[in-house]
Nanobody, 126 residues
Framework: QLQPVESGGDLVQPGGSLTLSCTAA????????VAWFRQAPGKDPEGVGC???????FFADSVKGRFTISRDTANSKMTLQMNSLNVEDTGVYIC????????????????????WGQGTQVTVSS
């Protein structure tokens, strides 16, 4: 499985939480990084965060302190834990993978990431 597969998107009220998962065979390799982007209709993709193979992370200012990324290497899975959600967090959340070195400066540039999933819808609404 080279293309990541996302799951966990749902409708949630403001202030609520969701956990998204991203699974791909690449995750069992020590030298791969993973990233989350999100995209609202008619808008450009927005970087959410990324994790290097060694565990280092970058997050967008808009989600710092609310979102966390973890990696379950044994199960080839990355999770995005989202807390204190607000309506601006609404969008299609897309998982990407690539070489570990791209989770660094300019990580949020879409073209840096190699494999992409189809996305999972997150809707925050009262």
């Amino acid at each position: 499985q080279l293309q990541p597969v996302e799951s966990g998107g749902d409708l949630v009220q403001p202030g609520g939480s969701l956990t998204l998962s991203c699974t791909a065979a690449d995750f069992i390799l020590a030298d791969y990084a993973v990233a989350w982007f999100r995209q609202a209709p008619g808008k450009d993709p927005e970087g959410v965060g990324c994790m290097r193979s060694g565990g280092g992370t970058f997050f967008a200012d808009s989600v710092k302190g609310r979102f966390t990324i973890s990696r379950d290497t044994a199960n080839s899975k990355m999770t995005l834990q989202m807390n204190s959600l607000n309506v601006e967090d609404t969008g299609v959340y897309i998982c990407g993978t690539g070489g570990s070195s791209i989770c660094s400066d300019q990580w949020s540039t879409v073209d840096r990431w190699r494999y992409w999933g189809q996305g999972t819808q997150v809707t925050v609404s009262s």
